[in-house]
């Protein structure tokens, strides 16, 4: 076969003699900031480039000849994952920041702890996302102050967008200590052994970056009126008028919306996140020995707790009262809706209820509450008042936080919900 005319990436030095056998030939090359051989291997018309993890030129080609022979007798794909792991495995002692989330990705699932697939692949996408508003595409490059300044760039950004402030710090924080996960002391220990060495760069500095106001509860009275009205979203509003422009959902309240006020209830009554509440089974429901009713949060084939925990919420009698109405014999999903499509591997929250989701909150707003994320709120002041009426270790259980700390810091202020009336949810109905 004739030498190919390709030219080299820009990021390759020092072409060595293209080796041939047959129709398959490969080259050996040097990349910036490697210390190892690479090798480009061409089969059949097949192009792929690998790092030979060797540094004398020998070695290398005998690798190379290793790498053609498993192409030939492991089919070209199987040989590609192969060696595409030892590429990972020899990326340089001073890697880009998407190298390093890679290598952290691949050895993630070798942890004491491991963190799921999506969970790994989020944390690498927000440490390579944290080096482009730095503007640093190297380990060495990313210092507590490159740190400093990638928050300022994110919170500036939010400023000309005219984004909730709050919001965005809370956002901030989030992607700050998810790319911090990457460091671990595993992961360090891992890189290590990798050749890789450096001090962890977020030691030195504050992980939550500035700090996120608590949440405050909505008064007494909102919180009442919501329960009130939210008949309103079951049987329908006459007094509603027409959709209103600012609903993205175009929702026409005057007829009776169940799905949204399924939603509301799961995650008031229940402090369901917006993705359990979505995807929350009538099967989820039991009721134990003492005649008393459970919802389990748990795994199922469209969806995956956070964390991969479960747990067992305690269900009121009016909480129940209020949505048995909305079970039919053929009911899957506790919210009408459609059926759930399979978790993405690159989108873990796929929503069967969006629009529901987006009415509800459009709803909320109109009834008074200001809170960026109205939805959330809910799940918030359900936090609240369990952990007012019971304690904050209750309040974290029911909730699913890691620790009481985070349900303390961002949950639990001290409120007092009212009950749930049968005679204002409307148990009648059939």
Not at 130 to 141: D, E, H, K, W
Not at 167 to 180: D, E, H, V
Not at 233 to 245: F, H, Y
Not at 373 to 393: D, I, N
């Amino acid at each position: 076969m004739p030498v190919s005319k390709r030219k080299d990436p820009p990021v390759e030095t020092t072409p060595r003699k293209v080796q041939s056998a047959g129709k398959n030939e490969f080259r050996l090359f040097t990349k910036e900031n490697s210390p190892y051989l690479h090798v480009r291997v061409m089969v059949d018309g097949k192009r792929r480039q690998f790092s030979t993890g060797e540094k004398n030129e020998r070695a290398a080609k005998t690798k190379a000849k290793t790498i053609l022979a498993d192409i030939k007798s492991r089919g070209f794909k199987e040989a590609i994952e192969l060696h595409a792991r030892k590429k990972e495995e020899t990326i340089g002692s001073n890697p880009t920041l998407v190298e390093l989330g890679k290598l952290y990705e691949s050895n993630a699932r070798l942890f004491e702890k491991p963190p799921s697939p999506e969970t790994a692949r989020y944390y690498a996408a927000m440490l390579a996302r944290i080096g482009t508003l730095a503007g640093v595409p190297r380990i060495s490059n990313l210092t507590p102050d490159a740190i400093q300044k990638a928050k300022a760039k994110y919170l500036k950004q939010a400023e000309k967008e005219d984004r909730n402030r709050d919001s965005a710090i809370t956002t901030l924080a989030a992607m700050i200590r998810n790319a911090a996960g990457v460091f671990s002391r595993q992961s360090l220990e891992v890189f290590r052994q990798q050749g890789i060495e450096f001090p962890n760069p977020f030691a030195g500095t504050k992980v939550r970056g500035v700090k996120v106001k608590a949440y405050s509860p909505m008064s007494r009275e909102l919180v009442a009126a919501i329960w009130e009205k939210a008949s309103l979203l079951r049987d329908g509003d006459p007094d509603a008028g027409e959709p209103d422009d600012d609903d993205r959902s175009s929702t026409d309240f005057r007829d009776p919306q169940l799905a949204v006020y399924a939603l509301l209830i799961l995650e008031l009554g229940l402090g369901l996140r917006r993705n359990e509440a979505d995807k929350a089974r009538w099967d989820w429901v039991f009721q134990a020995a003492d005649k008393r009713r459970y919802l389990e949060v748990r795994e199922t084939t469209d969806f995956r707790p956070k964390s991969r925990q479960s747990r067992i919420i305690p269900v009121a009698d009016e909480v129940w009262d209020a949505l048995s109405p909305l079970k039919k014999d053929d009911s899957v999903f506790i919210v009408p809706g459609p059926a759930a499509a399979k978790p993405s591997k690159k989108l873990q929250r796929t929503y069967r209820c969006n629009h529901s989701h987006e009415a509800l909150g459009f709803w909320l707003k109109k009834r008074g509450v200001t809170d960026s994320k109205p939805c959330h709120a809910l799940r918030k002041e359900f936090g609240s008042y369990v952990a007012t009426c019971f304690s904050l270790f209750h309040a974290q259980k029911l909730l699913a936080h890691s620790t009481p700390a985070v349900t303390s810091a961002y949950y639990a202020s001290l409120t007092d919900l009212p009950r749930l009336e049968p005679t204002r949810m409307g148990t009648s109905q059939s």
